[in-house]
């Protein structure tokens, strides 16, 4: 009998198509490997009236982390993008496979992009990041929140007055395919969240055994992209409350990042970008976050929100 291993997920339709997905990884490198399913219902998924502006990152994650240290589940598969940069002690993200697509994503009832949709048009999105840059390419739009999951959010969008919503293409292209989708944006265009479009797998900082399986389904690439993301986000000190958008891509040895503070509003922003040569995620991170900060950032961050680094 092979070794067996239990993964811990939210229960929505995209989340368990995520652990399904790392589930397959690991079966495909190790075929004697059982693994299990734990379901956990989080507080953030019991929160659905609530903003997500309103709503702490961790509260998506604190009960899978509890069930990881408590030792009833061996790991966890997260969206990056839920991820605090700041992980519960004893607890690690051991590897990221190869990331989805990680751009946001229009889909309108009418089948218009953006630029060709009425005046005032009115859209849904469940996000201040996206909300602020909607709002910089097109000030005429009536932007209202919008939780739930894809389901809930397609079926709102089929069945109110809303004329398009802004998602996360990732979950769109996981889920239905990409031909739901109206437009994508380029990532300097709507600037990604950080880590969107990529799985982060989190285990016990001691639990040697499931970190070795886990080296076999791990994707240099996308874990440099994505540490450079959780890098500048951790430096400014954001999260779901705050407009911040980060992009990292890794390719031909060329790492380029784009970096985003706005108000909500999209009155006020700060957009930079850097190409470097360096593979070190920490460095260029760093060095992002600092012309943000350079060029304004904290006083957006400090007048909106209170958050100061």
Not at 279 to 296: C, H, N, P, V, Y
Not at 300 to 306: K, S, T, Y
Request: aromatic share 4%; hydrophobic share 40%; proline share 3%.
């Amino acid at each position: 009998m092979g070794h067996r291993i239990t993964i811990g997920t939210r229960g929505s339709k995209l989340a368990l198509w995520q652990a399904e997905h790392v589930r397959g990884l690991l079966v495909n490198a190790f075929a004697d490997l059982c693994i299990d399913f734990s379901i956990i219902k989080t507080t953030g998924d019991q929160l659905q009236s609530n903003p997500l502006s309103n709503i702490s990152k961790g509260l998506f994650t604190k009960e899978i982390e509890i069930a990881l240290l408590d030792q009833k589940i061996d790991l966890a598969v997260h969206s990056v993008k839920d991820l605090p940069t700041d992980l519960p002690k004893g607890l690690k993200i051991c590897c990221i496979p190869a990331r989805e697509d990680p751009r946001d994503a229009l889909i309108s009832k009418s089948g218009l992009g953006l630029n060709n949709l009425p005046t005032g048009a009115k859209i849904g999105t469940s996000s201040l990041r996206r909300k602020s840059q909607l709002f910089y390419l097109r000030s005429d739009l009536e932007v209202t929140a919008l939780r739930g999951n894809i389901d809930t959010r397609m079926r709102k969008l089929k069945e109110t007055d809303l004329d398009a919503i802004v998602l996360a293409a990732a979950g769109v292209k996981r889920l239905f395919g990409a031909d739901l989708v109206t437009q994508f944006f380029e990532v300097d265009e709507i600037v990604p969240a950080v880590g969107q479009g990529a799985l982060g797998i989190e285990i016990r900082e001691n639990d040697d055994q499931t970190n070795t399986l886990l080296k076999e389904i791990r994707c240099q690439r996308s874990e440099v992209e994505v540490g450079v993301e959780r890098v500048v986000l951790r430096e400014l000190g954001g999260g779901c409350q705050v407009p911040i958008g980060v992009n990292a891509k890794l390719e031909s040895n060329k790492l380029s990042v784009v970096g985003l503070v706005s108000s909500p509003d999209g009155r006020k922003r700060i957009l930079k970008k850097t190409v470097s040569d360096s593979a070190d995620s920490t460095e260029i991170g760093l060095l992002l976050a600092e012309k943000l900060i350079q060029d304004g950032a904290n006083e957006i961050l400090q007048v909106q929100f209170g958050t100061q680094q």
